[in-house]
C-alpha cells in the first residue's frame, strides 16, 4: 500500500470515527432518547462529586438549571417514541434509572426499617417518620430509609402517589443538631448521595408526593415541602424557616422556591424573623394546601393521594416534569411550543385511546389493569 492510499484509509477512518457519535445521537434523538442514553458516566461524575463543574453538558435540554446546587438528573430512560413515549401504562413506569431501582432492592428489604414505617394502602404507599423522641430530625441514617422507600414505591408500578408524615407531635424538626454537636454526624457528607431531600428528586424523578403534616416542620421539614405536590396539614401544624435564628440560610433552593409560593414579602419576612407560624397562618400564605382537624388529617391526605394515583402514572409524571421545567423556562413562547408539542403526543397514547373509549361505553378507565392495555397498545399497533 502506497503512502496516497494509506493516507486515504486513515482519513476515511477518522470520518468514520468523527460520524457515527453524530449519527447515534441523532437515532437516539428520532427515538425520542436523551442525547446521553446508555453512555458511561465516569469522569462526568467523578467531577460533579468534588463540586468541579460538568466536562460536558450532559442534561437534557429542557431541564433549566435555575436553582444552584441541584444534582444533576442522569437520563431518564423513554422506551419507544416521541416526548411520552413511556406512557404505556402496560410497562412499569421508569420513574428513574433501573440500576437505581436495582439498588434499592438490594440494598434495603423493605423490614428493615430502623428509623421510618412504611405502609400500603391501595394504589398510595405511605412513609412515617419514626423519631418521635428526636422529634423526627434528618440525620443521614433516616435519610437514607426515606430515600430507599421512595425508591421502592417508585419502582412499584401499583403505587401511583406517596404520602409522607410523621410519628409523636412533630413533621421534622429539621436536621439532627444534637447528633451534629455531639460530633456524630462529622463523618457524614453534606448532601449524602442517596438523600431523598434534592429538589430535583423530589419534584422530577418521584411520583406524586403529598405531605400530611401533623405537627412541627421546621428546616429541611418545611424546605423540602416547598418540591412536593401537595401539602395537607393538621390544625395542630406548626411551620417555620427558622435558619437566621441559628445561624444559618436557607437550603434546597428554599431562597427561589419560597417567594414563588407565598409570595416575596411573606417569604422575605418568614425567612428573615425565622418565626413560628400556625397551621391557619400558612393556609393564608398559601403554603398549606387543605387544613383539616387532626384526626381527619391521614385520611384526607390519603383521600386526595387516591385520587391522584387514579390517573396514569406516565401522565403524572410528564406534568410533574412540565410544571419543574416551566419554573426554568426562559419565554412563554418556548413554554407554549413545549406544551402544543407534549399535548400532540399525549394524543396518541394508549392512555388517551383508553380514556375515550371509556367515555364512549360509559364505564371508568382501566389504566393500571396491564393485561388489558396491552390490548390497547396492540390495537393501535394493527392500526
Not at 434499592?104 to 423522641?133: H, L, M, Q
Not at 422507600?149 to 421534622?172: C, H, K, L, M, Q
Request: glycine share 8%; proline share 6%; hydrophobic share 40%.
Amino acid at each position: 500500500m502506497g503512502p496516497a492510499r494509506r493516507l486515504r484509509v486513515a482519513h476515511r477512518a477518522r470520518t468514520r470515527r468523527r460520524a457515527r457519535p453524530r449519527r447515534v445521537r441523532a437515532r437516539r434523538r428520532d427515538a425520542g432518547l436523551p442525547a446521553d442514553f446508555g453512555l458511561r458516566r465516569g469522569r462526568h461524575d467523578r467531577a460533579l462529586d468534588r463540586g468541579g463543574q460538568q466536562p460536558r453538558a450532559r442534561l437534557r435540554r429542557s431541564v433549566r438549571r435555575g436553582v444552584a446546587g441541584l444534582a444533576p438528573v442522569t437520563g431518564l430512560r423513554r422506551p419507544g417514541r416521541g416526548p411520552l413515549a413511556e406512557c404505556s401504562a402496560f410497562l412499569a413506569p421508569a420513574w428513574h434509572h433501573a440500576h437505581d431501582r436495582r439498588r434499592a432492592r438490594k440494598e434495603r428489604a423493605v423490614s428493615d426499617w430502623e428509623f421510618i414505617e412504611v405502609e400500603r394502602e391501595g394504589r398510595v404507599g405511605i412513609v412515617r417518620f419514626n423519631r418521635p423522641d428526636r422529634l423526627n430530625a434528618m440525620g443521614a441514617e433516616i435519610g437514607t430509609e426515606i430515600y430507599y422507600a421512595f425508591e421502592e414505591f417508585n419502582a412499584d408500578p401499583d403505587i401511583g402517589a406517596i404520602v409522607t408524615t410523621g410519628n409523636g407531635r412533630a413533621y421534622s424538626s429539621g436536621a439532627d443538631l444534637s447528633a451534629r454537636m455531639s460530633g456524630e454526624a462529622e463523618s457524614a457528607p453534606r448532601r449524602p448521595s442517596m438523600s431523598p431531600w434534592v429538589p430535583e428528586y423530589l419534584a422530577l424523578r418521584c411520583k406524586p408526593l403529598i405531605a400530611a403534616v401533623n405537627g412541627v416542620a421546621v428546616g429541611v421539614g418545611i424546605t423540602s415541602l416547598l418540591w412536593y405536590d401537595s401539602i395537607v396539614a393538621s390544625t395542630d401544624a406548626r411551620f417555620s424557616m427558622r435558619f437566621a435564628a441559628i445561624g444559618l440560610t436557607p437550603e434546597l433552593g428554599s431562597a427561589w422556591a419560597l417567594p414563588r409560593i407565598v409570595g416575596l414579602p411573606n417569604a422575605k419576612e418568614m425567612m428573615l424573623t425565622g418565626k413560628i407560624y400556625n397551621a391557619q397562618e400558612a393556609l393564608e400564605f398559601g403554603l398549606v394546601h387543605r387544613l383539616v382537624e387532626p384526626d381527619q388529617l391521614m385520611p384526607e391526605a390519603i383521600r386526595l393521594a387516591e385520587e391522584i394515583a387514579a390517573n396514569p402514572a406516565s401522565t403524572l409524571r410528564t406534568i410533574k416534569e412540565m410544571t419543574y421545567h416551566e419554573l426554568f423556562s426562559p419565554s412563554y413562547e418556548t413554554t407554549d411550543r413545549r406544551s402544543t408539542s407534549t399535548f400532540s403526543a399525549a394524543l396518541e397514547t394508549p392512555e388517551h385511546r383508553e380514556a375515550v373509549r371509556a367515555f364512549a361505553e360509559k364505564r371508568s378507565p382501566r389504566f393500571h389493569d396491564r393485561e388489558h392495555m396491552r390490548g390497547v397498545v396492540k390495537e393501535m399497533d394493527q392500526g
